[in-house]
């Protein structure tokens, strides 16, 4: 029985555009929404970069310069986002074995083409942010100036990111009771005998008497919230903060600390990789699907906090370096 105390995954969502379709069924919609990410991001940037904001007195900016730095960008996002996804977050030890299939587009066991499944934003966040530096350092371009631009393009592009996750049907939430719970058909499926699992059972709606052995549980659809607040609404702040700032560096430091913090709590509501699991396990009950204690850390939180902490640091040292220029 349900009485809409949960919904359904969507059953025409495929990861595939064109499921069984030959050679189209091999375009994906995580790969798309990456182009649609970085597109979104290269439009962001070039309405800065025809308002004039990143010029300097002695310097204008070319379309070739945002054609270029985006390109740099975007090639050490990849990189970091699939190095780190590798050797962070895989626990087989098989890419430190042989690092060579790390951007090898194969399964590495049934040798179907899986593309370069598996990125990580916090590698991705890394690998860009060198490639920016070494790219204004290369073009002589003031770092923090350019660096402030991309932070506020990067959120809405963010945006479609997380909703390829979502269509996907990975890297959903936990078990949830709240209405908008969703049964993820990729998700777990636990023992309708165990007590904690006919609670939920009830206070959803589902039969518990006429259940099957096994069933699949509500999730809080985590990809939605983090595209809208990691993605929406920390965009939006960003946007109106980006004429008003006061010195630069103060963008990028408000989106890596605004990142952070958003992150963080979201992921109290994401599942955490099985085959990790809690790197701090404060609380009584470590089950992952569950969230019973705030003392549980994920992985994602611990990297959270230290772009929280990198933030600050980047404020605080711009912030310096500004008053210095000035005097």
């Known amino acids: 029985m349900n009485n809409f105390l949960y919904i359904n995954y969507p059953s025409w ?4 555009l064109f499921p069984g379709v030959p050679v189209l069924g091999l375009i994906r919609w995580y790969g ?9 991001a ?19 900016t070319s379309e070739d310069d945002i054609f270029s730095f985006i390109a740099w ?83 809405l592009g963010f945006t479609f990111g997380r909703i390829g996750n979502f269509m996907n049907g990975e890297l959903y939430g936990r078990i949830t009771t709240m ?30 008497s006429g259940a099957d052995p096994l069933v699949y549980l509500p999730r809080h659809p985590s990809q939605l919230y983090e595209a809208l607040f ?18 630069d560096g103060f963008i990028a430091s408000c989106y890596t600390i605004g990142y952070g913090l ?21 609380g009584s009950n470590t089950q992952i699907a569950l969230n019973t204690s705030l003392l549980n850390i994920s992985t994602g939180q611990i990297f959270c906090f230290c772009m929280i902490v990198l933030g600050i640091i980047i404020m ?6 500004s008053k210095r220029k000035k005097v």
């Open 13 to 16: 969502i495929h990861p595939e």
């Open 32 to 40: 798309l929404m990456y182009i649609f990410a970085f597109a979104t």
């Open 42 to 60: 290269f439009l962001v940037l070039k309405k800065q970069f025809k308002n004039g904001e990143l010029d300097t007195p002695d310097q204008k």
């Open 73 to 155: 960008g975007i090639v050490g996002l990849i990189l970091g986002a699939r190095i780190f996804s590798t050797l962070v977050y895989d626990t087989s030890g098989l890419y430190w074995k042989k690092p060579w299939l790390i951007f090898w587009p194969f399964d590495p066991k049934t040798k179907q083409f899986t593309g370069l499944a598996g990125m990580s934003y916090h590698g991705g966040f890394i690998g860009g942010l060198i490639a920016m530096l070494i790219w204004c350092r290369v073009h002589k371009k003031p770092i923090w100036k350019w660096i402030d631009a991309m932070g506020v393009a990067i959120p």
């Open 179 to 208: 209405p908008w719970g969703m049964i993820f058909p990729n998700s777990e499926m636990y023992s309708s005998s165990l007590d904690w699992v006919q609670e939920i059972m009830m206070k959803i709606g589902m039969d518990v």
């Open 230 to 247: 990691e993605g929406v609404v920390l965009w939006v702040i960003l946007w109106n903060l980006r004429k008003k700032k006061p010195f």
């Open 262 to 282: 958003f992150r963080f709590v979201i992921e109290y509501f994401r599942e955490p990789d099985k085959d990790l699991g809690f790197r701090i396990a404060g």
């Open 316 to 321: 605080i040292a711009t912030w310096r370096y």
